[in-house]
């Protein structure tokens, strides 16, 4: 049976230095690959001219880059683009999806971190999909370095399909290779990782990374919150916000907290005025969303009367509040409809 080779792209500088000691190559050599992937992003190591062939010949019978293109691209008439790639799991070949978001002098990407997702939220079309595979570092990092306007790239969110702190190892290497020194070196205030709340994969996130956080609320009343988010069960946002307010928010990194609108279920003064409360004392903002309905979410759009309302309470009692544009809804890439399909 033929060996599997060993992807290079999501390895971070320790286990590089791990692998050439492996191969017998000097140390330095670890340093000259992080160079050639992550600064130069070759898709080949022949490309590696640095490296003397007989150790370029010695890592192409183990290793490979890793990369891959995308498979397809949908454009919205707003200039979003979605991406679909091809990703390997232990299961079965599978996809995932990238949304590219073009905003004047700023270029999101909302990157995927697991094939569908475990925690069920009714609202989100990738949680109604189930669990099919977390994805490796490499995986996460494809998604950039692998689409042409990376170049462009000012920001990335990990707002896509899956909870990051499900496969928090991945996410931590991907995040890892982005801003230290031997990688990207971009600031973590670029990065953005959101959560539905597993508070030991977020106390383990906050020790050890810089990035801001983005915490899935969508209500402050924890018996609504478990009907639409299952995870209230295991992590209710009570222990959630305890574990926030044990950090410092006023240095760079910045907390803020999504709250879907929901027609006549979270979207009036009572719900304000919780939201209020509960987060009193954090420094953060709060991130309007427009809901975007599909069959398979029983819930339907505030209006935008009822949202510019909620909004103006929020922001009079103190609590900063924006509404988040709706890019790519007419291509399924919006908040909560990333589907993967092929």
Not at 171 to 188: I, N
Not at 214 to 239: C, F, G, K, N, W
Not at 320 to 336: F, H, K, M, P, V
Request: hydrophobic share 40%.
């Amino acid at each position: 049976m033929k060996e599997e080779k060993i992807d290079l792209l999501g390895k971070t500088l320790e286990q590089l230095q791990q692998l050439c000691a492996d191969l017998g190559f000097p140390r330095f050599t670890a340093k000259q690959l992080c160079d050639w992937l992550y600064r130069k992003r070759v898709d080949s190591i022949d490309a590696m001219t640095n490296l003397s062939l007989a150790n370029r010949e010695r890592l192409n019978s183990v290793a490979r880059i890793g990369r891959s293109y995308p498979v397809r691209c949908q454009v919205s008439r707003d200039g979003t683009k979605k991406y679909l790639f091809g990703v390997e799991t232990p299961a079965a070949p599978a996809h995932v999806e990238t949304v590219y978001i073009p905003d004047d002098d700023r270029a999101t990407l909302c990157v995927s971190c697991q094939v569908g997702c475990k925690m069920g939220c009714r609202f989100c079309v990738t949680g109604q999909q189930g669990f099919h595979g977390n994805l490796s570092a490499g995986d996460i990092l494809n998604q950039l370095f692998s689409i042409p306007e990376f170049e462009q790239l000012t920001n990335v969110v990990f707002m896509g399909m899956g909870e990051p702190m499900d496969n928090l190892d991945a996410v931590l290497a991907a995040t890892s290779v982005l801003t230290s020194d031997w990688g990207l070196g971009w600031s973590p205030k670029r990065i953005t990782v959101s959560s539905v709340g597993i508070v030991p994969g977020l106390k383990r996130f906050l020790d050890e990374s810089q990035c801001h956080l983005a915490i899935s609320l969508h209500t402050p009343l924890a018996a609504e919150r478990l009907q639409m988010m299952p995870v209230e069960r295991a992590y209710p946002l009570a222990d959630v916000l305890a574990l926030l307010r044990r950090y410092d928010w006023s240095g760079q990194r910045r907390l803020s907290f999504e709250y879907t609108m929901f027609r006549g279920l979270n979207d009036d003064q009572a719900h304000a005025a919780r939201l209020v409360d509960a987060l009193r004392g954090l420094d953060c903002r709060v991130n309007l969303i427009r809901f975007h309905e599909s069959p398979e979410a029983p819930y339907s759009t505030s209006t935008p009367s009822t949202i510019k309302s909620f909004q103006d309470y929020l922001n009079r009692h103190g609590l900063t509040c924006t509404l988040r544009a709706s890019r790519g809804q007419d291509i399924d890439a919006a908040c909560g409809l990333l589907a993967g399909r092929q």
